[in-house]
């Protein structure tokens, strides 16, 4: 359908504000965001709705705008529920970037803009096709009538007798029928989640037909584009940006020989699926600000009173009705892809968001309490616990590593294609601004812990660290002195004398994990160089770099330094 076509259809309360020029362009279909940067969600074509809650102030606008036009959307429309009438900043970034605008009344929801732009692009072809689909609207409404996912499956049963279920990227049923039949069982989630991210890492065309125990079960990813069955067609962008996050649509039917026309509708559903997808991530700015910050002000050296201030600020958001200040945790991911350089903190926030609902609850914001940062590679979690207790053995409840790890291990190794590893640290809980320095700083080494063992999906927990990296963030000043010198003041002398630059070679080299290709590509040195340089180091310091040991020594040496 075209642009033009919506400014004729008076019950989407469309405003057209600006680029009267390209109202011929083709709408392919329809994405709901609040992200700052959406791009990982677009492949071009569509028609983004926004309620601008990421807007903070005028100078947002035009960084939002360059981002969608080179995403080859088709117009921006802007909601005035939040705002009022559209910015005039926003107005004028449109009409630089020549992107249409349009302002969306107050008065209609963005699922009405989503229905009616999904039931235009699928055509209506098939009557009982498209009764079904123009039901879908009571899953997108906000009131009473609404329901989320779990009302187009309801749908599907009713209408055409399919038994279809929501998944997470870690085989998390987000959603799945009311009726009698029985349910998925964890391991049947979770061989169909890791099916389904390897024929997405191999460019499989869904949908992905997978039969098991005496049933064929169709696959279709749940994306904004809705019809594009391979995840990087068309788009340029690498599938591993979005593999590891995207929700699947599984039906319980081999899907081989379906008509166009019910296929069609299918996609239609994912369609409308992503927009619940693209509302939980929208929903989950907040958490995602107030991580960021308070990671910002441990990681900066702020003063415990003022992170305590921001903690008692994010409790109630993320721990509603918990009545008192809760314990925290930190959970620290990593996500690497060999031979790419490229920032995958935002992968990792990502994923670290999907992993860490319990995966034995459903829906898809149930227990869905933590808030996630991105820093650089890294994504910080920070876990509320409404209180701890101590088990007969002494060990404290909360997240575990270990039953963290026995979740999500199946389906992300698939996932990862033989090409990438994800790392997972997780820390004690905390009660306190002043425990949670230190709770940062056992995850990240945990993580590293977790990345020095083989396999592509690795965790590991605070009772696996040495007590000195549990109180690293309390050793005394004089304590700090002394274990750093003793490590570090070899290799700062020979850099002065010889500018070897052993000090960044060895900041390098952990920062890697110690492989010495990254490494080496880092440094942008030969590898024959870099072996030198770390031979050099130790046998100045009498340290083994291939000892786990030495290398957490090291570690805790430079960040004490």
């Given at each position: 359908?075209?642009?033009?076509?919506?400014?004729?259809?008076?019950?989407?309360?469309?405003?057209?504000?600006?680029?009267?020029?390209?109202?011929?362009?083709?709408?392919?279909?329809?994405?709901?965001?609040?992200?700052?940067?959406?791009?990982?969600?677009?492949?071009?074509?569509?028609?983004?709705?926004?309620?601008?809650?990421?807007?903070?102030?005028?100078?947002?606008?035009?960084?939002?705008?360059?981002?969608?036009?080179?995403?080859?959307?088709?117009?921006?429309?802007?909601?005035?529920?939040?705002?009022?009438?559209?910015?005039?900043?926003?107005?004028?970034?449109c009409?630089?970037?020549?992107?249409?605008?349009?302002?969306?009344?107050?008065?209609?929801?963005?699922?009405t803009?989503?229905?009616?732009?999904?039931?235009?692009?699928?055509?209506?072809?098939?009557?009982?096709?498209?009764?079904v689909v123009?039901?879908?609207?009571?899953?997108?409404?906000?009131?009473?009538?609404?329901?989320?996912?779990?009302?187009?499956?309801?749908?599907?049963?009713?209408?055409?007798d399919?038994?279809a279920?929501?998944?997470?990227?870690?085989?998390?049923?987000v959603?799945?029928?009311?009726?009698?039949?029985?349910?998925?069982s964890?391991?049947?989630?979770?061989?169909?989640?890791?099916?389904?991210?390897?024929?997405?890492?191999?460019?499989?065309?869904?949908?992905h037909r997978?039969p098991?125990?005496?049933?064929?079960y169709?696959?279709?990813?749940v994306?904004?584009?809705g019809r594009?069955?391979?995840?990087?067609?068309?788009?340029?962008r690498?599938?591993?940006?979005?593999?590891?996050?995207?929700?699947?649509?599984?039906?319980?039917?081999?899907?081989?020989?379906?008509?166009?026309?019910?296929l069609?509708?299918l996609?239609?559903?994912?369609?409308?699926?992503?927009?619940?997808?693209?509302?939980?991530d929208?929903?989950?700015?907040?958490?995602?600000r107030l991580?960021?910050?308070?990671?910002e002000?441990?990681?900066?050296?702020?003063?415990p009173?003022e992170?305590?201030?921001?903690?008692?600020?994010?409790?109630?958001?993320?721990?509603?009705?918990?009545?008192?200040?809760?314990?925290w945790?930190?959970?620290?991911?990593?996500v690497?892809?060999?031979?790419?350089?490229?920032?995958?903190?935002?992968?990792?926030?990502?994923?670290?968001?999907?992993?860490?609902?319990?995966?034995?609850?459903?829906?898809?914001?149930?227990?869905?309490?933590?808030?996630?940062?991105?820093t650089?590679?890294?994504?910080?979690?920070?876990?509320?616990?409404?209180?701890?207790?101590?088990?007969?053995?002494?060990?404290?409840?909360?997240?575990?590593?270990?039953?963290?790890?026995?979740?999500?291990?199946?389906?992300?190794?698939?996932?990862?294609?033989?090409?990438?590893?994800?790392?997972?640290?997780?820390?004690?809980?905390?009660?306190?601004?002043?425990?949670?320095?230190?709770?940062?700083?056992e995850?990240?080494?945990?993580?590293?812990?977790?990345?020095a063992?083989?396999?592509?999906?690795?965790?590991?927990?605070h009772?696996?660290l040495?007590?000195?990296?549990?109180?690293l963030?309390?050793?005394?000043?004089?304590?700090?002195?002394?274990?750093?010198?003793?490590l570090?003041?070899?290799?700062r002398?020979?850099?002065?004398?010889?500018?070897?630059?052993l000090?960044?070679?060895?900041?390098?080299?952990?920062?890697?994990?110690?492989?010495?290709?990254?490494?080496?590509?880092r440094?942008?040195?030969?590898?024959?160089?870099?072996?030198?340089?770390?031979?050099?180091?130790?046998?100045?310091?009498?340290?083994?770099?291939?000892?786990?040991?030495?290398?957490?020594?090291?570690?805790?040496?430079?960040?004490?330094?």
């Amino acid at each position: 359908m075209r642009l033009r076509a919506l400014l004729d259809t008076d019950a989407l309360g469309l405003k057209l504000l600006g680029g009267e020029g390209e109202l011929d362009r083709s709408v392919r279909g329809v994405m709901t965001t609040d992200l700052r940067d959406p791009s990982r969600y677009l492949s071009g074509g569509e028609l983004v709705l926004s309620g601008l809650a990421w807007r903070r102030d005028a100078a947002d606008s035009d960084p939002f705008v360059r981002i969608l036009v080179q995403a080859g959307v088709a117009a921006l429309a802007a909601g005035e529920a939040e705002l009022g009438d559209v910015p005039e900043d926003l107005v004028v970034a449109c009409a630089r970037h020549r992107l249409p605008l349009f302002a969306v009344n107050e008065s209609v929801a963005f699922a009405t803009i989503t229905e009616h732009v999904v039931r235009q692009v699928s055509g209506e072809r098939a009557g009982d096709l498209a009764a079904v689909v123009d039901r879908h609207r009571r899953m997108m409404t906000s009131g009473p009538a609404g329901g989320g996912p779990d009302v187009v499956l309801d749908l599907l049963g009713s209408d055409l007798d399919l038994r279809a279920w929501v998944l997470s990227p870690t085989g998390r049923p987000v959603a799945g029928p009311k009726d009698a039949g029985p349910a998925l069982s964890t391991e049947v989630c979770a061989k169909l989640a890791a099916e389904h991210l390897a024929a997405t890492r191999t460019g499989r065309r869904a949908p992905h037909r997978v039969p098991l125990g005496g049933t064929t079960y169709s696959l279709f990813p749940v994306r904004g584009t809705g019809r594009a069955p391979q995840s990087a067609a068309g788009t340029g962008r690498d599938v591993r940006e979005t593999v590891l996050s995207e929700w699947l649509l599984v039906v319980e039917a081999d899907a081989g020989d379906w008509a166009e026309e019910r296929l069609d509708l299918l996609y239609g559903v994912t369609q409308l699926i992503a927009v619940e997808r693209d509302r939980r991530d929208a929903a989950r700015t907040v958490r995602r600000r107030l991580a960021q910050e308070v990671v910002e002000l441990v990681q900066t050296g702020a003063a415990p009173a003022e992170i305590a201030a921001r903690l008692r600020v994010a409790a109630p958001v993320l721990l509603p009705g918990s009545g008192a200040a809760p314990h925290w945790q930190v959970v620290v991911a990593r996500v690497e892809w060999e031979d790419d350089e490229a920032e995958t903190g935002p992968v990792a926030q990502t994923l670290l968001e999907e992993i860490l609902v319990d995966p034995l609850t459903t829906g898809p914001e149930h227990s869905d309490r933590i808030a996630v940062a991105h820093t650089g590679e890294e994504a910080v979690a920070l876990v509320p616990l409404p209180a701890v207790s101590t088990e007969h053995d002494g060990s404290e409840t909360g997240i575990l590593a270990d039953a963290l790890l026995e979740s999500v291990r199946e389906p992300l190794s698939a996932g990862l294609d033989g090409d990438g590893r994800v790392t997972l640290g997780v820390s004690a809980a905390v009660h306190s601004a002043e425990g949670l320095r230190g709770a940062l700083e056992e995850a990240r080494h945990a993580r590293r812990v977790a990345a020095a063992r083989p396999g592509r999906v690795c965790a590991a927990g605070h009772q696996e660290l040495a007590s000195h990296v549990l109180l690293l963030p309390f050793v005394p000043d004089d304590v700090r002195r002394a274990f750093t010198a003793r490590l570090l003041d070899p290799l700062r002398d020979y850099d002065r004398r010889h500018r070897a630059e052993l000090i960044p070679t060895l900041e390098a080299f952990l920062d890697s994990d110690g492989s010495w290709t990254r490494c080496a590509t880092r440094l942008h040195l030969h590898v024959n160089t870099l072996r030198y340089r770390v031979g050099r180091i130790e046998q100045l310091t009498g340290r083994d770099l291939s000892r786990l040991e030495d290398k957490l020594d090291f570690f805790l040496a430079l960040r004490m330094s």
